[in-house]
């Protein structure tokens, strides 16, 4: 595709439930980063992935955040038994190659609301 | 404690006004800064891209300028547009460590007005 696409673009979820977020990135980036984006605030590093192997998950809030990228393409981020202060904007980017040059496209987030 | 703060927190210019945002960073040692800019509902874009090495860089109507001695960065906008508006995010990008750790300021929300 075009760009880094994410669904749904919403959630709202009650407390307690388990919530998956898909993150498409763009054909032929290595990399894949999950970040999480409160209200007002920058986004913070979550986790990211080489191909299929998660190369660094020490952004994960808690053992509730699980991510995976089996096929090293589409990425899911699920969150088991969600809690309130999980409400925020989940965002993907990817980039190319891991390299602190290469530039980091983002998708346009999914922004989950726990009631 | 953030590593990159920015200031102001919030803006309000006149449309066709100039503008200038402001990012202090800790982190050391860098490889490169970058400005975002994100729109509501959007993730962030690009803007800039400045290795250590650079102390200015243009896109368009906005330019980013870098002191490495003070590490301060600033961003500047020119003649600005309604289009403008949105959050405006200082990104530090260690040279250690993992290169995907990107640190973000907590960003500048400018709102252009007729």
């Known amino acids: 595709g075009a760009g880094v696409s994410q669904s749904p673009r919403y959630k709202v979820a009650k407390r307690g439930q388990d919530v998956a977020l898909r993150c498409d990135p763009i054909?032929?980036?290595?990399?894949l980063f999950w970040y999480q984006q409160a209200l007002g605030q920058g986004p913070e590093f979550l986790t990211y992935?080489?191909?299929?192997?998660?190369?660094?998950k020490s952004g994960l809030p808690s053992d509730r955040f699980f991510a995976e990228r089996p096929e090293g393409s589409v990425s899911t981020l699920k969150i088991q038994r969600t809690q309130q202060e999980d409400s925020a904007v989940y965002l993907c980017?990817?980039?190319?190659?891991?390299?602190?040059?290469?530039?980091?496209?983002f998708g346009p987030g999914t922004r989950l609301t726990v009631l | 404690k953030n590593q990159v703060e920015q200031s102001p927190q919030s803006l309000i210019i006149l449309e066709g006004k100039n503008c200038t945002l402001q990012?202090?960073?800790?982190?050391?040692?860098?490889?490169?800064l970058r400005w975002y800019k994100q729109d509501t509902g959007r993730g962030p874009v690009s803007l800039t891209i400045?290795?250590?090495?650079?102390n200015t860089k243009s896109n368009g109507r906005y330019t980013a300028t870098l002191d490495a001695d003070t590490k301060q960065s600033s961003l500047h906008i020119t003649a600005s547009q309604l289009s403008d508006s949105a959050s405006y995010i200082c990104?530090?990008?260690?040279?250690?460590?993992?290169?995907?750790?990107?640190?973000f300021g907590t960003g500048t929300r400018l709102q252009v007005t007729l």
């Open positions: 980017a990817s980039s190319l190659e891991l390299v602190a040059y290469n530039e980091q496209f």
């Open positions: 054909s032929g980036h290595v990399s």
């Open positions: 992935f080489q191909n299929e192997a998660q190369l660094d």
């Open positions: 990012c202090n960073y800790t982190v050391s040692p860098f490889s490169n």
């Open positions: 400045m290795t250590f090495s650079e």
């Open positions: 990104v530090v990008i260690p040279s250690t460590g993992t290169a995907s750790k990107l640190t």
